[in-house]
């Protein structure tokens, strides 16, 4: 069965800093991954998506994801942090069919000022 | 705004009780996804209709069932309510079923068991 794994589910970081959150997945398969992001008392919203055509994918909001295969990850970066980023971050991985999404734990990312 | 809609937002009942939880997909989006998200389970998928069938079933219990009409509007039922049914229900859509589909997710609805 395909999973993800997401390192740390909180991280802290300043307003201008880096944001780097952990994606690993585990899938016998090329794997269909997605990161998504729920901002309080909200719905999830698509912040990216990799479907093998590159490696590098750029998101919404500055948001951007390197799939490595040979470290079998999907990190999620963004080079400058700002207040309103500040949200719950969701890795999921699609089944083959479509079917489903399966999530990882979730990361709380705070920005502090 | 995602395009789908879900009714009630808040919906709070007793232990025993059967309450219906409803969700409209975006205009034209034939699958509909049904997700339960709780501190301790996180984010789980429970089942999925496409133009009106069912078509994949994850960690739903035996006291829940769901179904999507003609109109693709889907309804989720849950019967014999415990406390730990207590969770925000997400509803999600996409045109197709295809693993390269972006599921929409509605604003949920969260039910609380007292």
């Known amino acids: 069965a395909q999973s993800v794994t997401q390192l740390g589910s909180h991280v802290s970081v300043s307003e201008g800093a880096l944001v780097l959150l952990r994606c690993n997945y585990s899938?016998?398969?090329?794997?269909?991954l997605f990161w998504y992001v729920q901002y309080p008392n909200q719905g999830l919203q698509l912040l990216l998506k990799?479907?093998?055509?590159?490696?590098l994918v750029k998101g919404i909001n500055g948001f951007e994801a390197e799939f490595k295969k040979s470290e079998t990850s999907f990190h999620l970066t963004k080079p400058s942090a700002h207040m309103s980023d500040a949200a719950e971050y969701f890795c999921?991985?699609?089944?083959?069919?479509?079917?489903?999404?399966?999530f990882g734990g979730g990361t709380r990312l705070m920005v502090k000022p | 705004d995602s395009g789908v809609t879900q009714t009630p937002k808040h919906l709070i009942t007793a232990t025993g009780q059967r309450v219906t939880l409803r969700c409209s997909p975006r205009?034209?989006?034939?699958?509909v996804y049904w997700y339960q998200q709780s501190l301790d389970q996180g984010l789980q998928f429970l089942i999925q209709?496409?133009?009106?069938?069912?078509?994949a079933k994850g960690n739903i219990l035996e006291r829940f069932s769901a179904q999507q009409f003609p109109d693709l509007h889907s309804e989720l039922n849950l019967s014999s309510l415990e406390l730990g049914d207590s969770a925000l229900y997400f509803c999600?859509?996409?045109?197709?079923?295809?693993?390269?589909?972006?599921?929409?997710f509605g604003p949920g609805t969260r039910l609380t068991v007292l």
């Open positions: 999600a859509s996409s045109p197709q079923t295809s693993p390269y589909n972006e599921q929409f």
């Open positions: 999921a991985v699609s089944d083959n069919a479509g079917n489903m999404l399966t």
């Open positions: 209709y496409y133009n009106g069938e069912e078509r």
């Open positions: 899938s016998s398969v090329p794997p269909y």
């Open positions: 990799y479907t093998s055509a590159a490696t």
């Open positions: 205009s034209g989006d034939l699958s």
